[in-house]
């Protein structure tokens, strides 16, 4: 889901007069996610009234939800300048420091906020601290929770802080942040906000994010219908379901769908963002296969648009040359769009098309070929850790394209990512999970002269025979593990595991047959080395009925049926 500036807001009727009205009606724009027309209508409070510091935060803000940091920095500091010490201000300095990656000035602003208000019953900036440390990449939502506790315990009856719906909503948009068992904290939280304001369509739609994340696809989409039917006027909500079904995912992507909401959503979207509007009629096209469409439309805008909307144009014409099949125009467009942009501003969905684009590139030359193999690998590897929010269906997705690619250490290694994280989530890691770890560092092991990458898959295959002991997969590879240090079958290092496994898959040899051909053909060899000459019968006799070519036998019966020679041995 795209990320959109919270309402730190609070919808509630101002006192007073034609300015008050005025702030009420940016204030309702920002809601609506018109941020262009917000802007204008914090502009006229600020023209009328110099010193009014919400005017300058909420402009600031208008200019973030247009993605344009350095406005948004002027504004700040120019309020701050008209009215010294604002905490609100400071807080939203605090955020552009965050936005900057400094955490350090960011934390130092907000605790001068905090310090500048009284007792900590100023709603506007407990919700901009909370917003800023929950939203942005580097921000403290520890911390975040902190301030939205405060404000709220201060809800001590005529003396204390009314609070208002944006409060729990914010105090529910840091629960989900925080992810794992918040959820239905963050739940509780909007549905505190709801019985504040039956009609806030913004607490039903961040319900369906937490249900998202939960993976509980249709009450997320049911959630998301809810709130436009609450609101048929509240674009935010469209744009979700325009997003949920343009993500290519089982059970999500519908390009018909997609559309769909999409129109709906610029239907409703801010009149006055005309950059904003143009793009999403070039997704449009995008949408409808028109990709010559796309990309003239998308040239046509760059001139005019902020730094933000040309990545998003630049990234537009390089998937729209991809996805007509022109894979080596698709790489031109997006190496000048990596060129330009700079590696620090690439983000996640860059990465992930940059892995498409070069993943799509066949050449003659098998050299230049596998370049560009490694470079889709190393988008794709780079597309899985560039946020912070760890993903398991980026993670899966990059084990298997090393698998495919057949760098099975690398594989071997993606794949104890998916089970670790699964374990950070609480949840048991399949056996498929753990034997793809062990399988991958065996093949990666050489048949077993990388000895480290065999340690790792002996490993794995112990974490799955203990997690699942009444399989047989992990009996069996412990024993292919250990028996890659004993080829020859001499120290016998591989028995103990076979023989284990022999004890769950001879109830069904015709299900496992192959198996037992191995472990059976092992042991044989062993005792035989041992010169234990009863199981070496026994396993010999074993294995016969499986393979009656087997080589090791044909090889032992001969040795056996030749005269020993004086002096000993065989």
Known sequence: MKKRISTVVALFLLAGGAMAQSIDDGLKNLYYGKYATAKSDFEKVVAAKPTDDRAYFYLGIAELGQENKDGATATFQKGLQAVPNSPLLTAGLGRIDLLNGNAAAARQKFDAAIAATAKNKNGDVARAIADANTEVKGGDRAFALSVMETLLANN??????KPVAADYIELGDVYRYLGGENGGKAISAY???LELEDKNAEAVMKRG???????LLEQAVADWVQATTLDPTYAPAFYEL???YYTPKPRQFSLTKAKEYLQKYLSLSDQADKTRNEYYLASIMFLDKDYNGAINKA???????????????????????????DSLNARTAFDDYVKRTGEAKLEPIDYKLGSEIYSRIKLGDSTQQVAIDQQSLNYLEKYATSDTAKDLDRYESVAKAFQQARIFGKAGEWYQKVADLKAEKGEKPAALDLFNIGQNYYYASSGGTDTAMLGKSFAAFGQLTTAYPDLTTGHFWQGMAAAARDVEAKTGVA???????LALAETDPAKNKAGLIKAYTYLMVYFYNKDDKANLQKY?????????????????KDIMSKPQQKGGGR
């Open 156 to 161: 001590d009856g005529r003396k204390g802080y």
């Open 191 to 193: 549905d505190k906000a």
């Open 209 to 215: 994010h937490v249900n998202y994340n939960a993976k």
């Open 242 to 244: 325009y997003q949920f």
């Open 299 to 325: 040239k046509s805008l760059i001139p005019q648009a902020n730094e933000s909307y040309k990545m998003k144009l630049e990234r537009m014409i390089a998937d729209a040359y991809l996805q007509k099949g």
């Open 495 to 501: 028995q103990p595991y076979f023989e284990k496994y």
């Open 540 to 556: 010999m006799d074993k294995l016969t009925p499986l393979d009656p070519t087997s080589e090791p036998v044909k090889q032992i």
